[in-house]
């Protein structure tokens, strides 16, 4: 599947509807038709009936448990789980979201506003650079996260670190100095924010293995400021990412 060609279509305008993300993500050509859902696993009753997450790699059939508790995350993060943030078991979406990504798969992940989206992405992509180690990773922006406000990627970025106390992968957003962003390892911010300091060349996504798209459904409303045409636009510019990791919230 050509990534570059998803995120265009992404970016061209289609609204999405949330309650029929799916149907429209499948006519967009976004998920394929027969991709594996996970809806079934949740329980009628539950009150977060509501998410959707699905692989976007057709050609994998396979099926990820749902993550049962905290117990099987990195250790140093659980005790951050606990200790400062006080989250005692995953909510349903990082259930269903983070076995997905651990797998770095390509996903599309929709649930209820508060339902934990923020940890669904962050637990695994920290998880994921612990793993490959500080040696191998070095100063390298690994991931980025685009958000449609600068504030809701202030949050995010605040969760990170939260997540990351007293570990080595920093976790920054285009609040924060030059300094912590050029040193980051995962960047939080808006895509406006983000193809300025393509253009001035501040930011270097070279190394760049994932993107999140963060409420991906508001993105579309500021089509205008991504426009996949122009050859400075986000879009021309992650070309460079095609072959990478795609996470869609
Ligand atoms: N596993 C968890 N246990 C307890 N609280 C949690 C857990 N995960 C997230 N939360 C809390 O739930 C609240 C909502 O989380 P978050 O902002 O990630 O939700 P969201 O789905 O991204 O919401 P929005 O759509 O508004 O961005 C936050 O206060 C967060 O600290």
Not at 102 to 114: L, P, Y
Not at 140 to 161: C, D, M, N
Not at 187 to 211: A, H, Y
């Amino acid at each position: 599947m050509d990534y570059d060609s998803i995120f265009k279509k992404l970016t061209r305008g289609a609204k999405f509807d949330r309650k029929k993300y799916r149907e429209d993500a499948e006519n967009l050509g976004i998920i394929p038709k027969k991709a594996p859902k996970l809806e079934e696993n949740i329980k009628e009753d539950d009150p977060k009936k509501g998410i959707f997450v699905t692989n976007m790699n057709a050609e994998d059939d396979s099926t990820y448990p749902l993550l049962s508790d905290f117990n099987g995350v990195n250790k140093a993060i659980k005790n951050n789980l606990k200790e400062v943030l006080r989250w005692e078991n995953p909510t349903r979406i990082q259930m269903a979201a983070i076995p997905i990504l651990r797998a770095g798969k390509n996903c599309v992940c929709t649930a209820a506003t508060g339902s934990g989206k923020t940890g669904a992405f962050m637990i695994p992509v920290i998880e994921k650079l612990l793993k490959i180690g500080r040696k191998n990773i070095k100063d390298t922006l690994f991931t980025i996260v685009l958000s449609p406000s600068r504030e809701l990627a202030e949050q995010i970025g605040g969760v990170g670190r939260a997540l990351a106390r007293g570990l080595w992968p920093k976790i920054s957003d285009t609040s924060q100095s030059d300094r912590n962003i050029q040193s980051c390892h995962i960047l939080c911010g808006t895509p406006n924010r983000i193809i300025n300091m393509l253009d001035s060349k501040e930011l270097d996504l070279s190394k760049c293995q994932m993107i999140v798209l963060d409420e991906c459904d508001k993105m579309l409303e500021i089509t205008n400021k991504l426009n996949p045409d122009d050859p400075k636009s986000f879009s021309a510019q992650v070309n460079i990412l095609r072959s990478q990791e795609w996470v869609l919230f």
